[in-house]
T-cell receptor, first 112, second 112 residues
Framework: SQQGEEDPQALSIQEGENATMNCSYKTSINNLQWYRQNSGRGLVHLILIRSNEREKHSGRLRVTLDTSKKSSSLLITASRAADTASYFCATDPNTGGFKTIFGAGTRLFVKA | SQTIHQWPATLVQPVGSPLSLECTVE??????LYWYRQAAGRGLQLLFYSVGIGQISSEVPQNLSASRPQDRQFILSSKKLLLSDSGFYLC???????????FGSGTRLTVV
């Protein structure tokens, strides 16, 4: 399977609930990034967490990284209808190259 | 502040016709520039990246090419489009490897 796989593929929640998305990867990494993409638009960078960090916050977003399990999670608290989008994780492998590996994304739908 | 411009937003081209997509970055110098393609409901596939003027690295052999005639200009081209070239093309930049990306708004290319 591909490096940078998100789980679940799709998630539907009510406004005000928390949304948790997971990402797994296979190789050693320098960093892991989370992006949001609204339909038909470019990706927007949310958070970058480096391999020596375990948790990072930005507003209603919380990202964790467990390098021993090669996994990360993105938590969106108190979700809003405007959070409806696809969310992608991306990893920069620790190999010295320029290729970032993107997952296929989690489609989040927040019902008002 | 840094901005990235990508155009056109949508393009419908006949099979066999040429292609030119342009991307420019403002507010920074010597950025690392990238062209990605995204199939519907999928993650991003790296096509080309450039770390400097005239320096192009190709990740996927196909009938597309890229050029970087100026420091902050990145062009994606084809001499003869194929049906399989249809997709959503995204230009992106980052200052150095290991940073997060800033993406353009994307070009929806449909080859008919």
């Amino acid at each position: 399977s591909q490096q940078g796989e998100e789980d679940p593929q799709a998630l539907s929640i009510q406004e005000g609930e928390n949304a948790t998305m997971n990402c797994s990867y296979k190789t050693s990494i320098n960093n892991l990034q989370w992006y949001r993409q609204n339909s038909g638009r470019g990706l927007v960078h949310l958070i970058l967490i480096r391999s020596n960090e375990r948790e990072k916050h930005s507003g209603r977003l919380r990202v964790t990284l467990d390098t021993s399990k090669k996994s990360s999670s993105l938590l969106i608290t108190a979700s809003r209808a405007a959070d409806t989008a696809s969310y992608f994780c991306a990893t920069d492998p620790n190999t010295g190259g320029f290729k970032t590996i993107f997952g296929a994304g989690t489609r989040l739908f927040v019902k008002a | 502040s840094q901005t990235i411009h990508q155009w056109p937003a949508t393009l419908v081209q006949p099979v066999g016709s040429p292609l030119s997509l342009e991307c420019t970055v403002e507010g920074t110098s010597n950025p690392n520039l990238y062209w990605y393609r995204q199939a519907a409901g999928r993650g991003l596939q790296l096509l080309f990246y450039s770390v400097g003027i005239g320096q192009i690295s190709s990740e996927v052999p196909q009938n597309l090419s890229a050029s970087r005639p100026q420091d902050r200009q990145f062009i994606l081209s084809s001499k003869k489009l194929l049906l399989s070239d249809s997709g959503f093309y995204l230009c992106a930049w980052r200052k150095v490897r290991g940073d997060g990306y800033t993406f353009g708004s994307g070009t929806r290319l449909t080859v008919v």
